[in-house]
């Protein structure tokens, strides 16, 4: 716990919460205590812990078997997106193979006590990334985020104090453990620490898995994807999946840390850098996004079921009639929209959906983002 608070690694499922904190939180807790790996990667443009998985499964589940030790868990999970069938065969197999050496089962590592993981396959559905969906999915309840607090370390699985964390998290927590805090504080640039994974799609030459150091520039990161596709210029980003607010061209050297996006007016999310090429119609994106969480609202509280269906009616409208802006009438119902739902929706989901279509609006203006971005409560998150 000293090492990981030490060296300054947050979660990077989307919240950024201090993870050395997160886990004194829960192993401070009394009681049966589990552990999940949120594996639900389901942000549109997000494809870096499927690369994770893929690649290197036995950094997520050491980093899951470490957090379970520190916090006392007996049971651990790996809840997983229900289309990454070749990522949960190479887990299930990865599994088997801590089995056969006794690293895992009744009698772990010969030391009389019972330590076992296992794969939980999510039945499909964006919100269930969101942890306390996640949670209520596992327990056999409809896929519905929680009231909070009380939190998952408190209150999580069948009401037990539950560690939680994103698959790249997990991942990084053997190799601080092995080469120190000093040495993950060292690899970041400028004040920045560690290494981040960022998938990167949308108009560039090459879409792939980049791990880069904390603290690169948005543009460095397009440049490393080979430029925009037919080297056109950047009309916008979202540098942290489709529920981050655009930045312009302005910000390109904007680096890529959650200090530096929230100051910005966006977030890092789910390490998800979509590049728009100049010309796109910006208005007509964040339209698709939003129609994206309409479909996924859950629809438990009211702010986001019907705030997301009356926002998308009218941008819809706006954008078939082949108009590229708001006229102020309309400007006005979209913020008090955007408003009501940040404030009130239960989880991330309806306090971020419109984010990207005001975002677009301070664009038109000529500004950054239109205002702040509230940090979504869908990744892995405790009361600060």
Known sequence: VATLKESGLRGMGGAGFPTGQKWELVRRMEGTTYAVCN????????????????????????????????????????FIRHEYGPEEHVLRTEIEALRAAGIVGPDACGSGRRLDVDVFVSPGGYILGEETALLECMEGHRGEPRNKPPFPGNYG???????????????????????????????????????????????????????????????????????VTGGAAVGAVQPGGASSNFIGPELLDMR??????????????????????????????????????????CGKC??????????????????EAGAARLDDAQRGQILRLEEAMRKTSICGLGQVALGPVVSVLGLDKGGAAAREQPRPDGASDQPD
Not at 164 to 182: C, H, K, L, Y
Not at 200 to 210: A, L, N, Q
Not at 303 to 311: E, I, L
């Open 302 to 319: 009211v702010p986001c079921r019907v705030g997301s269906t009356k926002a998308h009616e009218l941008l819809r409208g706006v954008v």
């Open 39 to 78: 594996a639900d990667e389901s942000e549109p443009g997000t494809f870096k812990d499927r690369q994770i998985l893929a690649t290197q499964p036995h950094l997520v589940l050491e980093g899951l078997l470490v957090g379970m030790a520190v916090v006392g868990a007996e049971e651990g999970w790996v």
């Open 157 to 227: 699985l069948h009401g037990r104090p539950t560690l939680m964390n994103s698959v790249e998290t997990f991942a990084d927590v053997p190799v601080i453990v092995q080469r120190g805090a000093q040495w993950w504080i060292d690899q970041g640039v400028g004040e920045s620490v560690g290494w981040k994974f960022f998938a990167v799609s949308g108009h560039v030459e090459r879409p792939d898995v980049y791990c880069v150091p904390m603290g690169t520039t948005v543009r460095e990161l397009i440049d490393l994807a080979g430029g």
């Open 256 to 297: 890529l840390d959650f200090a530096a996006a929230a100051e910005a007016g966006t977030m890092l999310g789910s390490g998800a850098v979509v590049v728009l090429a100049e010309g796109t119609d910006l208005l007509a994106a964040s339209t698709n996004v939003l129609r994206f969480f309409r479909n996924e609202s």
